[in-house]
């Protein structure tokens, strides 16, 4: 899927913020990014197939290019949904458990030293496909985001990266009150873009592009 650069939205900032460095307008608008998704959950990704290998615990999730996990949503192996479980129980229950084998996992459980990686329980004794759907954000390096979620989400990052510019003591472009503005319409939408997240709404396609063209 075609990914849509936060350069596309830089006159969006400029018309407000005028004068800002466009690194300065990028980092904003991807940390912005990055606090819509951990807080509304509402970049979310649909996993078509990966490979879960006989024999081996671990299975890397596919992402998009320049996002990374936060957490499955929900998994399925073979068709069959799988649960979420801990270490901590497993350790308490069963302290063979990681040398336990099936046919069909029941399990998945978060691997802390990979972030787009679940270990399944018991481990797969034959070779199978996992699917489902996670939550995901931008990497601390992207540069933009997919366009399904720059169709959905793009007035949140603008309003995101303003309420953080603005509030810039130093900067000639400081204005508090409407940082608090922007600040606050961004803090509201919160619940709205989790709301249309969980609706699974179909995006509209991108008929205009920010930043002038």
Same mark, same amino acid.
């Given at each position: 899927?075609?990914?849509?650069?936060?350069q596309?939205?830089i006159?969006?900032?400029?018309s407000?913020?005028?004068?800002c460095?466009?690194p300065?307008?990028?980092?904003?608008?991807?940390?912005?990014?990055?606090?819509?998704?951990?807080?509304?959950?509402?970049?979310r990704?649909e996993l078509?197939?990966?490979?879960?290998?006989a024999?081996?615990?671990?299975?890397?999730?596919?992402?998009?290019t320049?996002m990374?996990?936060?957490? @499955?949503?929900?998994?399925r192996?073979?068709?069959?949904?799988? /649960?979420?479980?801990?270490?901590? &129980? !497993?350790d308490?229950?069963n302290?063979?458990?990681?040398?336990?084998t099936?046919?069909?996992?029941t399990?998945?459980i978060p691997r802390?030293n990979?972030?787009?990686?679940v270990r399944?329980?018991?481990?797969?004794?034959?070779?199978?496909?996992?699917?489902?759907e996670?939550a995901?954000?931008?990497?601390?390096?992207?540069?933009?985001?997919e366009?399904?979620?720059?169709?959905?989400?793009?007035t949140?990052?603008?309003?995101g990266?303003?309420?953080?510019?603005?509030a810039?003591?130093s900067? @000639?472009?400081?204005?508090?009150?409407l940082?608090?503005?922007? /600040?606050?319409?961004?803090?509201? &939408? !919160?619940?709205?873009a989790?709301?249309i997240?969980?609706?699974?709404?179909?995006?509209?396609?991108?008929?205009?592009?920010?930043?002038?063209?």
């Open positions: 899927m075609a990914q849509v650069p936060f596309e939205l006159s969006e900032v400029l407000i913020a005028p004068a460095p466009t300065t307008i990028i980092r904003s608008m991807r940390n912005a990014a990055i606090e819509l998704a951990q807080k509304a959950e509402c970049m990704w078509e197939g990966d490979l879960a290998i024999g081996i615990p671990d299975t890397e999730l596919s992402v998009p320049d990374v996990m936060m957490h @499955p949503i929900s998994l192996y073979n068709g069959k949904n799988i /649960k979420p479980l801990s270490v901590r &129980m !497993l308490v229950d302290v063979s458990w990681r040398e336990e099936s046919d069909v996992p399990n998945w802390q990979a972030i787009s990686t399944l329980y018991p481990i797969p004794s034959v070779t199978g496909t996992i699917t489902g996670i995901i954000k931008p990497s601390r390096d992207a540069t933009g985001i366009e399904v979620f720059m169709d959905r989400f793009m949140y990052i603008i309003d990266a303003l309420g953080r510019l603005l810039i003591p900067a @000639p472009w400081f204005d508090g009150q940082a608090q503005y922007h /600040k606050s319409e961004f803090i509201a &939408m !919160l619940d709205e989790r709301r997240a969980d609706a699974d709404n179909v995006p509209k396609l991108r008929k205009l592009k920010y930043g002038g063209n």
